[in-house]
Nanobody
């Protein structure tokens, strides 16, 4: 069964940090570029970060560049998103998925940045 399970979200003050995790199952994780997306209330889902199958190449949305770091552990079928210097505008539900083709979305993990 193809499944993505995100975790690690929470409530954090501006400037704080969180580390998100996404455990994948049901497909060959090691062969897939993986991505983190987010969806803020009333907005479309947007791509945040991407990492190639071997972890050697990453890319980021301009809005998170220099603050977020994507990584992966292929032995654990897990992709991570380290988020530092969080801002109010980072508040969203965060999802992971493979680059292509997309598979069924997980439930996501809520990140709320608030003072």
């Amino acid at each position: 069964q193809v499944q993505l399970v995100e975790s690690g979200g929470g409530l954090v003050q501006p400037g704080g940090s969180l580390r998100l995790s996404c455990v994948a199952s049901g497909f060959y994780f090691n062969a897939n570029t993986m991505r983190w997306y987010r969806q803020a209330p009333g907005k479309e889902r947007e791509l945040v970060a991407s990492i190639t199958s071997g972890g050697h190449s990453t890319s980021y949305a301009d809005s998170v560049k220099g603050r977020f770091t994507i990584s992966r552990d292929n032995a654990k079928n897990t992709v991570y998103l380290q988020m530092n210097s969080l801002k109010f505008e980072d508040t969203a539900v965060y999802y992971c998925n493979r680059a292509s083709p997309l598979i069924s979305w997980g439930q996501g993990t809520q990140v709320t940045v608030s003072s």
